[in-house]
């Protein structure tokens, strides 16, 4: 198997083991992992080197599984992996926002020229396509649709036992610097919420907001710790259901939406807020 991302502290790394073991014990593989150790390689590069593996142990006739960075975009992965190669979850989100002119128009036209190179190769596949969430569903054609298996996240999630514990700490976030995350990140309502006196936390990276604790990237058990002690998060309306939300839910952490996402929420529906991050009365 081949990871470019295998890490305890980033979605990609926790999705990746997460398939593993469904691997593990749905399939009963055993299971040998290659992946990338220098992180300045990691994304871009790696997955050409992950393909030059795959081809590596499928000439020695052993069954090779490409676990991520899977994003359906990336055509070249499903163009050149071997034949039969087992696919981890599929990723990538159909929102993007217009503030960053570039950014949107890319995602929006070329991503989409992309999607529909990718389908072509997924089509001649004979193994299932399982995607990580539906969130792409509606690029898809009915064939492909009919071929895969949606929501692999939610679908098999399973969450630490942890002992209840005060919630004390008032919203836990995931904070990324990507030009698309950040254009759907509500500084301003955040910054508000510091000023008023709640305790915030924040995962991944620097969040400069005063009066806000940053934890920096943690092991997942260390995150789920705190989201164990946490009441609120704040959904990304790039992806709903990101790794990050979907402990948060299990945790029984109440999730703060904006209303012109609440159509995209399937499952955990008792557990979304619909807020106005500009008009929230504190």
């Given at each position: 198997m081949w990871a470019s991302d295998y890490a305890e502290n980033s979605g990609e790394g926790n999705?990746?083991?997460?398939?593993?073991?469904?691997?593990?014990?749905?399939?009963?593989?055993?299971?040998k992992i290659n992946k990338m150790n220098n992180i300045k390689y990691n994304k871009y590069l790696s997955p050409f080197i992950g393909i030059s593996y795959c081809w590596k142990y499928y000439f020695v006739n052993k069954k090779v599984a490409y676990i991520n960075y899977l994003p359906l975009w990336n055509f070249f992965i499903f163009m050149f992996l071997p034949p039969k190669t087992i696919l981890g979850p599929i990723t990538g989100g159909a929102k993007y926002s217009s503030r960053h002119k570039l950014n949107f128009l890319i995602r929006k036209y070329l991503f989409t020229l992309f999607y529909k190179i990718s389908e072509c190769f997924l089509l001649l596949r004979s193994s299932e396509i399982i995607f990580?969430?539906?969130?792409?569903?509606?690029?898809?054609?009915?064939?492909?649709?009919?071929?895969?298996?949606?929501?692999?996240?939610?679908?098999?999630?399973?969450?630490?036992?942890?002992?209840?514990?005060?919630?004390?700490?008032?919203?836990?976030?995931?904070?990324?610097?990507h030009i698309n995350?950040?254009?759907?990140?509500?500084?301003?309502?955040?910054?508000?919420?510091?000023?008023?006196?709640?305790?915030?936390?924040?995962?991944?990276?620097?969040?400069n907001i005063k009066n806000i604790k940053n934890y920096g990237y943690l092991q997942n058990i260390n995150v789920q710790r705190l989201q164990a002690q946490s009441k609120f998060t704040i959904a990304s309306g790039e992806n709903i259901y990101s790794i990050f939300t979907v402990e948060c839910l299990l945790h029984d952490v109440k999730v703060l939406?904006?209303?012109k996402n609440y159509s995209q929420i399937n499952?955990?529906?008792?557990?979304?807020?619909?807020?106005?991050?500009?008009?929230?009365n504190l």
């Amino acid at each position: 198997m081949w990871a470019s991302d295998y890490a305890e502290n980033s979605g990609e790394g926790n999705l990746a083991r997460l398939f593993t073991k469904y691997l593990i014990k749905r399939k009963n593989y055993k299971i040998k992992i290659n992946k990338m150790n220098n992180i300045k390689y990691n994304k871009y590069l790696s997955p050409f080197i992950g393909i030059s593996y795959c081809w590596k142990y499928y000439f020695v006739n052993k069954k090779v599984a490409y676990i991520n960075y899977l994003p359906l975009w990336n055509f070249f992965i499903f163009m050149f992996l071997p034949p039969k190669t087992i696919l981890g979850p599929i990723t990538g989100g159909a929102k993007y926002s217009s503030r960053h002119k570039l950014n949107f128009l890319i995602r929006k036209y070329l991503f989409t020229l992309f999607y529909k190179i990718s389908e072509c190769f997924l089509l001649l596949r004979s193994s299932e396509i399982i995607f990580s969430t539906d969130l792409l569903k509606e690029k898809l054609s009915k064939k492909l649709k009919q071929k895969s298996k949606f929501n692999f996240l939610i679908k098999n999630m399973r969450i630490l036992k942890l002992k209840n514990k005060k919630k004390s700490i008032d919203l836990i976030l995931y904070y990324r610097k990507h030009i698309n995350k950040e254009s759907f990140f509500p500084k301003k309502f955040i910054r508000r919420m510091a000023k008023s006196g709640a305790k915030i936390s924040v995962i991944g990276d620097k969040l400069n907001i005063k009066n806000i604790k940053n934890y920096g990237y943690l092991q997942n058990i260390n995150v789920q710790r705190l989201q164990a002690q946490s009441k609120f998060t704040i959904a990304s309306g790039e992806n709903i259901y990101s790794i990050f939300t979907v402990e948060c839910l299990l945790h029984d952490v109440k999730v703060l939406i904006e209303k012109k996402n609440y159509s995209q929420i399937n499952f955990f529906k008792k557990n979304f807020l619909v807020t106005n991050f500009d008009k929230i009365n504190l």
